[in-house]
């Protein structure tokens, strides 16, 4: 196992990284705003569970074939891409079925849609494979053997930070997005800000730069 104070230390590096507005935070926060506080925080545990699947990836070897092969790489990036564009257009062609904030979640607004959504979405973040094959291993005991096992202990608590706080994320957003909803046309122009955010942030994950620049 890990020892405690790789644990610890580990965790002080992660906590900064995690705090600091990034991809999975930007995409939380456009979902609240799109589609409140319950699809927002759906949408974390996707995510979450997203990124415990390249936990796994890595801890096994998948993470670091893909982050070593330019091909593989860019198709991941372009797939995630992508679909952080589709999300965000549907968010914006959806925005006028959230300007009731009494009203039912909107059919595209399903939790089971969402949480896959969220999984496609931390699944195909290259960010986070990098992050995970530059990072984990720089905090494995090598000597206590059962190397695959310690990258998964230490993937999980990054994960699990990264629950916590993307979930306050989720409902500080929506919170704002509960009061913009007091005006229909606020509340509106609100999911089409979160959709343009998904679209941005999407565009934007195209420039991120493959492991071996």
């Known amino acids: 196992m890990v020892p405690l104070a790789n644990l610890v230390a580990f965790a002080l590096v ?37 990124g415990l699947v390249v ?18 790489f860019t198709i991941v990036k372009i797939a995630g891409a992508a679909y952080l564009v589709y999300l965000g257009i549907q968010a914006i062609r959806h925005r006028r079925a959230g300007m009731d904030a009494r009203a039912a979640a909107p059919a595209h607004a399903k939790p089971g849609r969402l949480l896959v959504q ?25 000597h206590s053997g059962a190397i695959p096992l310690q990258l998964l202990v230490l993937g999980t608590l990054f994960v699990l930070i990264a629950l916590a706080t993307d979930s306050v994320w989720a409902l500080a957003a929506g919170i704002a997005r509960d009061w913009f909803a007091r005006s229909p046309r606020r509340i509106s122009v609100l999911g089409a800000t979160g959709g343009a955010a998904m679209i941005g942030l999407g565009v934007g994950s195209l420039f991120v730069g493959h492991g071996k620049d």
């Open 118 to 142: 969220g999984v496609i979405v931390g699944v195909s973040n290259p960010k986070t494979i990098v992050f995970f094959i530059a990072v984990l291993p720089q905090f494995v005991d090598y």
């Open 14 to 50: 992660a906590i900064p990284i995690i705090l600091l507005p990034g991809p999975s935070v930007l995409f939380i926060i456009g979902r609240s705003l799109s589609l409140g506080r319950v699809g927002g925080l759906v949408s974390v545990v996707g995510n979450a569970i997203g």
């Open 55 to 72: 936990v796994a990836a890595v801890a096994f070897g998948v993470g670091y074939v893909i982050a070593q092969s330019v091909v593989l």
